[in-house]
Structure formats: C-alpha cells, structure tokens
C-alpha cells in the first residue's frame, strides 16, 4: 500500500507548480482527479502536446463547466467525499465560483485546502496574477543572474514554480498528518512569492548583516572562490571550491604546487581579494586539459566538481539510469515521451507510472458514477455542457 492509498485529492490547478504537487501525490498512491474546463487547461498545447504528460501522470480526468449550476453540482458532491482540494486561480475567484475555503470546509471540515497563487491570499500584491519569470524578477533572482558585468538574465528553466510544486506537497502531506492527530482539515496558503523569498534566504541574511545586494557572477559567485565553469578542451567543468580545504585537494590534485605556496591564495578571503590575478592562472591551466582528465584526476581527490551537461547529454546518462530519473513510456498521440521521475524515493513507495496523464473528461462518466450521478444525469449534463467526456 502506497503512503497516500484511499486519498482522494481533487486538483484544479494549471500549469507547473500546482500540476506538480498533484502528480507527486499521485505517484505516493492518492486518487488524483484533474479537473479542467471542457476545452482543457490552457498549457495542453505546449510542446505539440507534451506539456500535460510531463506533469500530470497518475491522475485521472475530469472536465467540467464551473461557471454552469451542473458543473458546480458534480464538483461539490466530490468535495464532501474528498481528502484534499487543490486550487490555483488568482484569490477571490474561487469564492465566486462557490469553492471557497469558508464554502467547503462547512460542507467538509476534514478536507486539506492548498491554494497556490503567485503572492499569497493577503497583502498589498495578492490580487496579482503569479508567473514563473515575474517572481524571479521580483525577488532579486534575476537582477542576480548574468554574466559578470553584462546583462541579467532570468533561470533556463521554471526554478520557483516547480520548488512550489514540491512545497504545496509537502505542505498538504502535513496537513494531513495533523488531520491525523486532531480529525480536522486545514489551509494551505502556498505562493511563489515566498518560495522565492525563501531561495533567496542567504542572501537576505547577508544584506542584513552587510548591507550588500548580489552582484552577478555568471557561473561564478562574489564570495567564494574558487566556484564557477572553466573551459576545458573538450566540454566545461564546474569547480566548486568552497572551502580552504577544498583548494588544498585542488591544487595538490592538479600538480600546482605554486598555487597553494602562494600566501596570498591560502584563504578564500584571499582568492577573492586576488581573484583578477588567480583567475587567469587557472584558465590557462584547464584549457590545456580535457574535462575528462580532469574529472579523473579531481574527483577520486575529493574534488566538488562536474562536467556541464546539456539535456541531451543526460539522455544516456549512467547515474541518471541507475536512479531511474527519467521515464519513458507510450503516451496516445505521442509515441514514445521520455518525462522526470519523482524525485521522493521511499523505500516501501517504488515509483510506477500506473496512469498516463489525461485526456481532457478521459474519467468523467467513471467519476460521476463513482459519487452516484446515474447515466440518465451524467447524459444530461453532458448535453447541457455542464460535463465534458471525450
């Protein structure tokens, strides 16, 4: 059994931060019910139609007209039998769709309510809209990012809303266990706004003691050194030089003894102070070396280091077979999809894809049965648009 077997959790959200919560609930076993407008949640187009699988497997389908009394009437009959509700419209719209937390923690005081919005349920920004690449901006995350003296730039790929995703899971796996311990259901109020307040932690503490904001370092970063990509003869190789320690392991590894003589050098206080002179050294030293001598040579040293990978290089990567990180499997329209694994390993919770993610209403007619709605109904609300069944 599953840690989340028997947990119905009803998923309302779009995208990648609330989709992500869901399919990791859904890989811990919970019956996850994606619920969508007839016409699909408006990312389904994405990526000629990979959007969807990349995020939402182990779900079953729902669709559903809200703003019609029908739609309203199936969502709440699925409410009063449901562990978990997930929602991420900007805050006030789902009050008026008649699903607000006052609503349906009368109809349900044992149900786990998640909302997840882009600068929370209160304060001056909470009516916002919440995307990826404006919270970056907002937090300091991009002014912080960039090549050293050149333009900024945003993250390659969505770092706060998938780090949210995985916040609002362990957020409502909380919640339950304290619905465990007192038998009542409880909100969840997750933004990306706070995710990204919270990734930017060290360096809030930093301004505060120092008065400092982050400077953009490309790679690299203003406090220590030496810890940035070096050019190699073949591909780049990250070298993360924390610490004094590390440097020792560093230079004795790559023979340069004149490095580490060099009392200038000897403390991270020092490699920064001297890095314009240090810097160059280095360069020259690794562009006369394949990234695969390097790592041969560093990593049995005890080196923090690694090559710099493209997504297409992690393909038929060793570690990432062995951990099983990437899935592939056939997916209707689409052949073969390779997507992310569940990150979470339980040892008594193997990871199964044991659905593909959804067509838009795939489950509805199995759904509405499940809560009592006989064909007749089901036929009528369809006809009504109301429901929506491919």
Known sequence: MLPLSDTLVLDLTQVIAGPTAGQILGDMGADVIKVEPLVGEHFRPHFGGAWVPSMNRNKRGLALDLRSQGGRDVLMRLVRKADVF??????????????????VSKENPRLVYASVSG?????????????????????GLIEATGSEGGEMCRAGTAVIDYPTGLACAAGIAFALLGRHKTGRGQRLDLSLFDVGMHMMSHWITNHG????????????????????????????????????AFWKILCKALGCEEWLADSRFATNEGRVAHRAMLEPMM???????????????????????SSVQ???????????????????????????????????KLSDAPFEVRRLAPRVGEHTVEIMRGVGFSDAEIAALRDAKAVGAP
């Not at 991420?88 to 609503?103: E, H, I, M, R, Y």
Request: charged content about 20%; hydrophobic content about 35%.
């Open 119 to 139: 600068y929370g349920q209160t304060g001056p920004y909470s009516s916002r809209p919440g995307y990826d690449p404006c919270i970056q901006a907002e937090v």
């Open 209 to 244: 003691l120092t008065g400092e904001d982050p400077v953009r370092m490309g790679t690299g970063n203003s406090i220590l050194f030496p810890l940035r990509v070096f050019e190699t003869k073949t591909k780049p190789i990250y070298i993360a030089g924390t610490n004094d």
């Open 310 to 344: 493209k997504v297409s290089d992690l393909m038929n990567n060793a570690h990432v077979k062995a951990r099983g990180s990437i899935v592939e499997y056939d997916y209707p329209g689409l052949g073969p999809i390779k997507t992310a694994s569940n990150p979470i």
């Open 283 to 305: 360069e020259t030293h690794f562009a006369k070396h394949t990234c695969e001598e390097l790592l041969e040579t560093l990593l049995p040293a005890g080196m923090p280091c």
């Open 86 to 103: 997930m929602e991420a419209f900007t805050p006030g719209v789902v009050d008026k769709l008649g699903f607000g937390w006052d609503v």
